[in-house]
């Protein structure tokens, strides 16, 4: 008797557990419900790290910037976006070879898009500024209600224009809604 309550008790059990629920993020027919990209994003954040390599002197940096008011982008339903930038503060550790570690606040300009097109492949979304021939390709970290995070290098995004050839570098944009 003992086993047959058990028994009933684990099937009880594993049915409560294999019940679906309509806060898991799931839609009605069972599909995830996927987070559109579109509309408007604040810049909240922005991260660059990485080497340059000039004159057989290795420099490595690493920069953060968390005031970001005025930098935003808006996607929009036609593939098409506009964007905000301004002005910004980032604060940059650097090593330098031969040195001491140091740090410095740089102002920034003109991180954000200003119009253009957006497309997204998988995890990849790409931009192109009207104007350019360059398509930026970033990855997407994150994409929720709230937060997009994308990352690019050197190879991906036009920021690799600003340093000498041979440079590395990774930078990551968060953006909030």
Known sequence: MK????LLLSLFVFGLMSCSSDDDGN???GN???VTIL???NASEMSINGTVVEQNITSSFNGMATEMTGNDITFNEDHT???NSAPFNMEVHYVIEGLPPFTQTQEMNSAMA???TWSREGNMLYIQ???STDREGFTIETLNATTL???GDQNSTSVGDDFPAGSTFNVTITYRR
């Open 3 to 6: 086993i047959t309550n058990y």
């Open 27 to 29: 839609s009605d027919n």
């Open 32 to 34: 995830p419900q996927e």
């Open 39 to 41: 509309g408007l994003w």
């Open 81 to 83: 976006l506009s964007g």
């Open 114 to 116: 200003h119009e253009g």
């Open 129 to 131: 500024e009207n104007g």
């Open 149 to 151: 995070k994308i990352s």
